[in-house]
């Protein structure tokens, strides 16, 4: 018969085994299956702000808002902007009566061109004519230099008509409304029809307004915040991982996720990147010597690297940014580490619905 004694050392046999191949199991799985529990949501969180200057007209939105891509968020009082898109008009107006004031003048120009021309081709005929007398001396030295002063002359009134009317084309540019007066009137009248549509901020995705402390009669500077907008197609899972867990770990491997927000659910993921540093290590060029880092114990903690997880299917809408999760990795090929991994993070699943 089995005595009390002898049924307890094998008991305590049992015990150890189970803990020696527990602890060879945790040991090998950390290199294969690694487990963590420092998950989290992780999503771009944008600040959105006016690109112009006003008082905040309407708020749109409420705080926590589900919106879609266009929808209004908030307005500016638009009054000034839409003054300034009347007076960019105006301007443009003028603009266009001007280049209409300047073919005129390039009509004239072209007369006086023409005019220039025919007193110079009379002053220089005169010239020769008095020229040939002269060197049969048969006209006075004075009248050939009158004729020769008045040919100069006509010649530079002539070049200088013929400058008048290019500057005038040069400015006119290519043909009508391309002067330079029209085209800079109409970037005008663009620029100011470009601020009064910022005064209506839109959704630039489908996301959430949240943190949302703006109201009615606020004063709106250009680019500086007024929200916090969150994409809700932008959210992934952040999984810091020991080191050496995540040596064999490549971009064909898979992911398995249990959110603190889902007992009892297993969600499936990809592996989307790992990070290729940790802010410990970052240096600058700063001039100064470098700072050694000393650490006093026996076992140092293990360096953590940050590995990014996406799902096809996308995040559960209940979850947010921060989000708890724990995560389990293994190889895609091997089918063993795949229903070992499936059943750690089964059981862990299940453990969320006590903590």
Known sequence: MQTAEHAFRRWMQSLIILFVILVGYI???DRYAPLTTESRVQGYVIQL???????????QVENNQQVSKGDKLFSID???YQLAVEKAQLT????????????????VAKANVAISKAAFDNANSEYLRISQLAKRQLVSVSMLDNAL????????????????????????????GQSNGVRAAQNALQQAKLDLAHTQVFAPSDGVVTNLQLE??????????????????SLWVAADFREKAVAKINQQSKGLVA????????????VQSRDF?????????????????????????????????ASEQGLPKPLFVGSRATVVLYPSENGLWGLLAKAQINIVSLLHYIY
């Open 259 to 270: 959110f603190d927000a889902f007992p009892g659910e297993v969600f499936a993921f990809n």
């Open 78 to 80: 638009k009054q000034k």
């Open 277 to 309: 540093g940790v802010a410990a290590a970052q240096q600058s060029p700063n001039g100064q010597l470098t700072q050694v880092e000393v650490n006093n114990r026996w076992v140092r903690d293990a360096q953590r690297v940050r590995i990014n997880l």
């Open 216 to 233: 009615v009669g606020s004063t709106a500077n250009a680019n500086m915040p007024l929200l916090t907008f969150i994409p809700t197609d």
């Open 27 to 29: 040991v090998i799985a």
């Open 92 to 107: 443009l107006e003028q603009a266009f009566e001007q280049e209409q004031a300047m073919y005129a003048k390039v009509a």
């Open 49 to 59: 702000a006016s690109e112009v200057t006003g008082t905040v007209f309407a708020v």
């Open 149 to 176: 002063a008045n040919n100069n002359a006509s010649r530079s009134s002539l070049d200088a008509a013929k400058q008048e009317l290019l500057a005038l084309k040069v400015q006119l540019g290519r043909g009508p």
